[in-house]
């Protein structure tokens, strides 16, 4: 059973940076492709950014495309999104999950707390 904690969020300004990070349980961890997630109040949960398991590949959604970068270390069994040039419609609360990586669809139904992300104008 995989557990995932999720951390790094807070409160930036619109152009600020943040650094989130998901820590996995599990010593098979390096064998799933991973996701990041959000969720504004409202909307659906929506997947930003994925990663292959070896990290090779990744994908992001169009709207934070050259501002969020996700990576991986599977020795830390952690997965990262740095997040340059916030906006405010990135307020969200983000998740990380195990997906499919051609779909970005989540493999289960486990996820983390997750972490808030605040950015003001």
């Known amino acids: 059973q995989v557990q995932l904690v999720e951390s790094g969020g807070g409160l930036v300004q619109a152009g600020g940076s943040l650094r989130l990070s998901c820590a996995a349980s599990g010593r098979t961890f390096s064998m799933y492709s991973m996701g990041w997630f959000r969720q504004a109040p409202g909307k659906e949960r929506e997947c930003v950014a994925a990663i292959t398991s070896g990290g090779g590949s990744t994908y992001y959604t169009d709207s934070v495309k050259g501002r969020f970068a996700i990576s991986r270390d599977n020795a830390k069994n952690t997965v990262y999104l740095q997040m340059n040039s916030l906006k405010p419609e990135d307020t969200a609360i983000y998740y990380c999950?195990?997906?499919?990586?051609?779909?970005?669809?989540?493999?289960?139904?486990?996820w983390g707390q997750g972490t808030q992300v605040t950015v003001s104008s």
């Open positions: 999950a195990a997906v499919y990586y051609g779909n970005r669809r989540p493999l289960d139904d486990t």
